[in-house]
């Protein structure tokens, strides 16, 4: 195994040298492996896909969509081509809708400029709509078997819980070059699924070790919340093309109160529906709405 980077300087004192942390991530991701429907494929969109599922969502929930998205979307041109209502409908259940407007935005430039194909290198991934570095790297990683540094919670769960087991506050810089550093030239997809399952068994066993990054936020209450007014928009909308903006404010109003929250006022309810507009969910026709 050629680990891509050289022992790095700032090492941390005291604990596992490098050595032996892999050894023990090797194992225990051999321990732990989860035969996932998207591992061990070289199709780099299908990978995408997946990678984009799979920010802020849990796998159980992302193993229900990702099968059904690949039979209604085979192809990054597939993608490409369908409706945004059919996109967004496809996407239900996932949260976050941006992420699915972003992907399908990414596919519309690949199929415009790229032939239909992602671009092969990190920073021409980086540079599609909603694609960052943990992304790029996790399409380079597991559909190219290509190091990089792949920067993601689970991952940065094992060398929290393993080289920083006494501080908080640990920043992304300090990880970022460790990080590098253990990543093997020639078996990135391997390294980090061994890193992901390993983490995710960490989360589940121990305190979570990413609370001490000091890049860790906690996520914010989604019952009564802005994002779930406009997730239930999209759905409204979805379910009823054409819809007006009276009527779907009533049935915003009656979805609040039916929760035991206030109702909705108009200007609220005016911005979220301009936002979602402004943002491409939606177009106004006449008086209606469509996705």
Same mark, same amino acid.
């Given at each position: 195994?050629?680990?891509?980077?050289?022992?790095?300087?700032?090492?941390?004192?005291?604990?596992?040298?490098?050595?032996?942390?892999?050894?023990?991530?090797?194992?225990?991701?051999?321990?732990?492996?989860?035969?996932?429907?998207?591992?061990?494929?070289?199709?780099?969109?299908?990978?995408?896909?997946?990678?984009?599922?799979?920010?802020?969502?849990?796998?159980?929930?992302?193993?229900?969509?990702?099968?059904?998205?690949?039979?209604?979307?085979?192809?990054?041109?597939?993608?490409?081509?369908?409706?945004?209502?059919?996109?967004?409908?496809?996407?239900?259940?996932?949260?976050?809708?941006?992420?699915?407007?972003?992907?399908?935005?990414?596919?519309?430039?690949?199929?415009?400029?790229?032939?239909?194909?992602?671009?092969?290198?990190?920073?021409?991934?980086? *540079?599609? !709509? #909603? +694609? $960052?570095?943990?992304?790029? &790297?996790?399409?380079?990683?597991?559909?190219?078997?290509?190091? %990089?540094?792949?920067?993601?919670?689970?991952?940065?769960?094992?060398?929290?819980?393993?080289?920083?087991?006494?501080?908080?506050k640990v920043a992304d810089r300090e990880l970022a070059p460790l990080v590098?550093?253990?990543?093997?030239?020639?078996?990135?997809?391997?390294?980090?699924?061994?890193?992901?399952?390993?983490?995710?068994?960490?989360?589940s066993v121990v305190a979570n070790p990413s609370r001490r990054s000091a890049?860790?936020?906690?996520?914010?209450?989604?019952?009564?919340?802005?994002?779930?007014?406009?997730?239930?928009?999209?759905?409204?909308?979805? *379910?009823? !093309? #054409? +819809? $007006?903006?009276?009527?779907? &404010?009533?049935?915003?109003?009656?979805?609040?109160?039916?929760? %035991?929250?206030?109702?909705?006022?108009?200007?609220?309810?005016?911005?979220?529906?301009?936002?979602?507009?402004?943002?491409?969910?939606?177009?106004?026709?006449?008086?209606?709405?469509?996705?």
């Amino acid at each position: 195994m050629r680990l891509a980077g050289g022992t790095p300087s700032a090492w941390p004192s005291g604990a596992l040298s490098r050595e032996a942390f892999c050894a023990k991530v090797r194992a225990e991701g051999e321990r732990l492996y989860r035969d996932l429907p998207w591992r061990n494929i070289d199709d780099p969109y299908a990978v995408l896909v997946s990678e984009v599922m799979l920010q802020q969502t849990q796998v159980t929930r992302v193993l229900k969509h990702w099968g059904r998205w690949m039979a209604m979307f085979p192809t990054l041109d597939a993608l490409a081509a369908a409706s945004t209502s059919d996109v967004l409908a496809q996407w239900q259940g996932l949260g976050y809708n941006r992420r699915a407007l972003a992907l399908k935005r990414a596919c519309e430039t690949c199929s415009a400029r790229f032939g239909g194909r992602l671009p092969d290198t990190h920073e021409g991934l980086q *540079a599609l !709509p #909603g +694609i $960052g570095p943990a992304t790029a &790297a996790g399409v380079m990683a597991f559909a190219r078997n290509r190091p %990089g540094v792949y920067l993601e919670t689970n991952v940065r769960t094992v060398f929290l819980h393993e080289l920083f087991p006494d501080r908080d506050k640990v920043a992304d810089r300090e990880l970022a070059p460790l990080v590098a550093a253990t990543c093997p030239e020639d078996d990135a997809r391997a390294w980090y699924y061994a890193l992901l399952d390993y983490g995710a068994h960490l989360k589940s066993v121990v305190a979570n070790p990413s609370r001490r990054s000091a890049h860790h936020a906690r996520q914010s209450a989604f019952e009564g919340s802005r994002r779930q007014k406009r997730a239930e928009i999209v759905r409204v909308v979805l *379910a009823e !093309p #054409g +819809i $007006g903006r009276d009527e779907l &404010a009533r049935r915003l109003d009656a979805f609040e109160r039916a929760a %035991g929250r206030d109702g909705v006022d108009g200007a609220a309810f005016d911005s979220i529906v301009d936002d979602l507009i402004a943002e491409g969910f939606f177009r106004e026709e006449g008086a209606g709405l469509r996705a």
